[in-house]
């Protein structure tokens, strides 16, 4: 069996390290992941460098400090200070890349509520690069990563409009924030879903999977673009293009990564293609004990881990080390 999953570490950095090492470590461990796709690694400073030296400590003592480890950088070639997205991998990595406005331009628009006015179309920028990594199975196919974290639902910044950090001068510069993060949110889907088009294009049977902190529930437009299913595309020649839900294989009661004043949210995700749906064994979100995000003050409510539950599912690939092998890295 081999062993994917995703989790939103929750700017893990050097604000009270220990704790949250206690609080994260017993979780990553119990998800027994051989790949591993993380959202908000802070960088830290070492000399002229920044290094990724807080997750370094929370795998330290862990099989996962023998994992390969890949990193989104920023334009000097570091992690970036905050939010970067990391794939850890017991198997050997291939090759890596990073895509922000390579394959989406950035959309042109006119802000309608900025004061003072605007002089013109501006072009909207997603905050974060997505992460593409290829892993090397042991039958010599590839399995395509994508890691992704979309814009949070909460509204962008529109000048002269902001009171205070969440406290808005307008009704309507709220309004044109939410449709500039809503818009932001939705580029950086569609990039990820042309993304995974160019890998189909390759091999159609090939082996991909979209993890990560997609900020959207299972029928929200993000969700929609990344899965291209069926029923939206009105083709069912192109169903071997959608992406499956793995998320999907947890009862429904269970299905919850976020709660947000009592409210179940799935907003991580584990979406594969056909050639690897097909080998789904088994889908887990470890949401006992989650806490409510809603009022909480800081991580402290989540008990210094994460507001967010991991997700983590098993796929039946031959050739993949099999649990033998994963008992004695110890991982089992």
């Not at 042991?138 to 002269?160: E, F, K, Q, S």
């Not at 569609?190 to 049977?205: F, G, N």
């Not at 929200?220 to 999907?248: C, H, K, S, Y």
């Not at 009862?251 to 584990?270: E, I, K, S």
Request: aromatic residues 4%.
């Amino acid at each position: 069996m081999l062993r994917i999953a995703t989790f939103n570490l929750e700017n893990l950095g050097d604000a009270d390290l220990a704790g949250r090492i206690a609080a994260l470590r017993p979780r990553l461990l119990a998800l027994r992941a051989d790949v591993l796709c993380l959202q908000e690694v802070n960088g830290q400073k070492a000399g002229r460098q920044r290094v990724l030296s807080a997750l370094a400590a929370l795998f330290d003592g862990t099989p996962y400090a023998g994992y390969e480890i890949v990193s989104t950088l920023s334009a000097d070639g570091d992690p970036a200070d905050v939010h970067n997205l990391v794939v850890a991998s017991r198997l050997p990595v291939r090759a890596r890349s990073q895509l922000r406005h390579d394959l989406v331009e950035r959309p042109s628009y006119h802000v309608a509520t900025a004061v003072p006015a605007a002089d013109g179309p501006g072009a909207v920028e997603w905050e974060r690069p997505l992460l593409i990594v290829e892993i090397a199975l042991p039958d010599g196919r590839t399995l395509n990563i994508l890691n992704l974290h979309l814009r949070a639902p909460l509204a962008a910044p529109v000048a002269g409009q902001k009171l205070a950090p969440f406290a808005w001068r307008t009704t309507a510069g709220w309004a044109e924030g939410f449709f500039l993060a809503a818009l932001k949110r939705a580029g950086q889907a569609l990039e990820a879903r042309l993304a995974v088009d160019r890998i189909l294009d390759a091999d159609p049977r090939a082996l991909v999977v979209v993890a990560g902190d997609l900020n959207a529930d299972a029928y929200e437009m993000p969700l929609r673009i990344l899965r291209a299913d069926p029923d939206d595309t009105g083709n069912p020649a192109l169903a071997d293009r959608a992406l499956a839900a793995a998320e999907e294989a947890v009862p429904a009661a269970a299905r919850f990564t976020v709660l947000h004043g009592g409210r179940r949210l799935l907003l991580d995700h584990l979406l594969v293609s056909a050639g690897l749906a097909e080998r789904l064994v088994a889908t887990e979100i470890a949401n006992d004990g989650l806490a409510d995000e809603a009022g909480a003050e800081g991580l402290a409510g989540a008990g210094g881990g994460s507001f967010h539950a991991p997700l983590v599912a098993a796929f039946d690939l031959p050739g993949a080390v099999g649990e033998a092998d994963a008992a004695a890295a110890g991982i089992a």
